[in-house]
Every structure is written in C-alpha cells, then in structure tokens.
C-alpha cells in the first residue's frame, strides 16, 4: 500500500516525508524522476507531494513516484554549471524579507526578486522589518515611500518588527494553510521571523559569517517548517539569495514589472524595449512620474545582464 506525503527534508540522497498520517519518514529515491530538458542536482526538492513504498524494518521507504508540480524554483548549481538545483516546489506564497536599514536592501535586489517571482508565477509579498529603527523623521518617510510604490502596483506589503511584535500576527495569519518561501538578504531577520511565528524552533540568528562566506551556503538543502496547529509551511531557504535566476528574454522583461507592462501596451511597437523607441509609452510615464525610476532602472539593469555584449568572465 503506498502512502502520501510531502518532502520536507532534503539531505544528500535522503529525503524526509511527513505522511499524511502525521509520520516523517526517511527515504530514497526508487526510478527516474528527472525533468525533461534540464540536468538538476536534485530530482525531488522540498515542498514535492510523493507517494512512497511501505515501510521497510529499519524505518525507511522508497519515493516510488511524484504527483505534478504546480510550480518550482530552480537556480544553477553554481555559476557555471549547467545543472540546475531545484529549491522548492508547490509553492503558494514568496515572502521577500527587507530593511531600509541595518542593512538597506537595495531596490533592484526586491525589483529583480519580484520579476523572478512574476515569471514563475508566485504570488509574493514585501515584508519590511526593522520598522522599530525606523522612528526618525527622514526614515518614516522613506517607509511610506517605499510602501506606497510597492503597493500601488499591487503587491502586499507588511510592516514588521521582531522587537515590538508589529505586524507579527499579521504574518502568522498570511502564513496559515499555506506553503511559503521566505528570502531575503543575510541579516534582515528572517531566522527571527521565524522564530517569532514559530516558538520553539529556535533558529540561530545573527549569523554573520554568512554575509561574508557565500561559497560556504552552495551545498546547503532546503528546509520546511511546519507552523504550530496549522498545515502551513515556511520554506527557509539558508544563502540562497531569494530565487533561482531565471533566462530572461529581453521582450519578456517588461512582462514581469506589472506597472511597466500595463503602460507598454500603448508603446508605438509590440516589440518596443523602453529604451530608445519613438513612441514609447514606458519612458513618457517615466517622464511623468507615473512610473518609478528605482523600478525603471531595475528593469534596465536586467536588461543590461541579458546584452550579447555583456562579456561575463568565468571568474
Ligand atoms: N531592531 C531589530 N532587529 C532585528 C529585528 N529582527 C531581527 N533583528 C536582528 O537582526 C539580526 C539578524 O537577524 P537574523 O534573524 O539572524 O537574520 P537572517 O540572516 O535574515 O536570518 C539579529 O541580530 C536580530 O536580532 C527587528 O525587527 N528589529
Ligand atoms: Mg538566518
Ligand atoms: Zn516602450
């Protein structure tokens, strides 16, 4: 009799299954379940709906097979490889942890996070923590700023601060019944966050070493983590800096900036860049303030990335 699960551990050739009888059970893979097209890393990844084997005496079982993916996040294996690992699948929800300051996440990390959540079709939500530092005159404003633009081109942004408790239960609520990924930069709080929704997981925070050493993280497995009464995960994903990258096209860019896309159905060319086209509507709502410079030149500098010209040496 095979049994349900969900991978919720990925360790080396060792996948931990919670069943839907509440067990975790450690597994191996039996058959081929890789994806058409790619070489990855890893076939199964946390987050995956599986079935497996029974049971064997020493409490393992097999993953005999996987029921289809609603989506997943892939990134290379390391910046030259051509082998892809998977980091999650079936996820319902992309959290993006930032600062403005302490540190200061800076506006083309949460504009490329959002394209690359765009593209594969994740919801995602800002989450600004630290707004306890943010009491000063000048630093209120920039948070009304920034959540102000994020907003008004439709996604959800939630003030939070671990220390006084703001918006935590908010989180809690946003998280409930669902399978989220949490990212963001090294030291916004993110293993405090978790933390905060889960008590008694003590997470270690503060690590510092990370923001220094990110060869270290490579090898580095998700993690899912079941919230307390509630069949909602959080996915933490350790030195992964937010999403696998994905290929762009560069006529598919603008697809993922949803002000920029809107506006660009009035350029003079289907095929217009926003860049040097006559008739483009992008650049005349830039001219008039109707879209933002921060969001214009993040979504320059992927088109930047994606120039033949750009010469990336292997080093
Ligand atoms: N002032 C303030 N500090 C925070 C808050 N959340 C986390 N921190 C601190 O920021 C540092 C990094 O937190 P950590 O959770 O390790 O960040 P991570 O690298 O994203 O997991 C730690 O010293 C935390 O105590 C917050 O809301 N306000
Ligand atoms: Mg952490
Ligand atoms: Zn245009």
Not at 153 to 159: A, D, E, M, Q, R
Not at 214 to 231: I, R, W
Not at 289 to 315: G, M
Request: glycine share 6%.
């Amino acid at each position: 009799m095979n049994k349900n699960g969900i991978v919720i551990r990925n360790t080396g050739s060792w996948y931990v299954v919670k069943t839907n009888d509440g067990n975790e059970i450690n597994c191996k893979i039996k058959g081929n379940f890789r994806l058409k097209g790619i070489r990855t890393t890893n076939p199964i990844a946390v987050g995956d709906n599986v079935e497996i084997s029974d049971v064997a005496p020493d409490g393992s079982a097999f993953i005999t097979s996987i029921i289809p993916r609603k989506n997943y996040i892939i990134r290379r294996a390391s910046n030259l490889s051509k082998e892809a690992h998977i980091i999650a699948a079936n996820i319902d929800c992309a959290f993006l942890i930032v600062t403005l300051s302490h540190p200061t996440t800076s506006t083309t990390f949460i504009d490329r996070f959002l394209a690359t959540a765009e593209a594969y079709r994740v919801p995602a939500v800002i989450v600004i923590n630290k707004v306890d530092l943010l009491e000063e005159q000048d630093d209120a404003e920039l948070l009304d700023a920034v959540s102000y633009l994020y907003n008004s081109i439709g996604y959800t942004v939630l003030k939070t601060s671990a220390i006084t408790g703001e918006g935590i239960d908010e989180l809690r609520v946003m998280l409930s019944g669902k399978i989220s990924l949490l990212s963001g930069n090294s030291g916004v709080g993110k293993s405090t966050l978790i933390n905060s929704v889960i008590p008694g997981i003590n997470l270690r925070t503060a690590e510092i070493s990370s923001t220094h050493d990110t060869g270290m993280h490579t090898t580095t497995f998700s993690e899912m983590f079941q919230l307390p009464d509630d069949d909602g995960y959080i996915i933490d994903t350790p030195g992964v800096k937010g999403f696998g990258t994905i290929d762009f096209d560069e006529h598919e860019v603008s697809h993922f900036f949803p002000e920029i896309f809107r506006i660009s159905q009035d350029c003079r060319y289907s095929d217009c860049t926003h860049t040097h086209e006559p008739g483009c509507a992008v650049r005349d709502a830039l001219d008039n303030n109707l879209v933002s410079q921060s969001r214009y030149n993040s979504y320059l500098s992927i088109l930047d990335d994606l120039s033949p010209d750009k010469y990336r040496k292997p080093f």
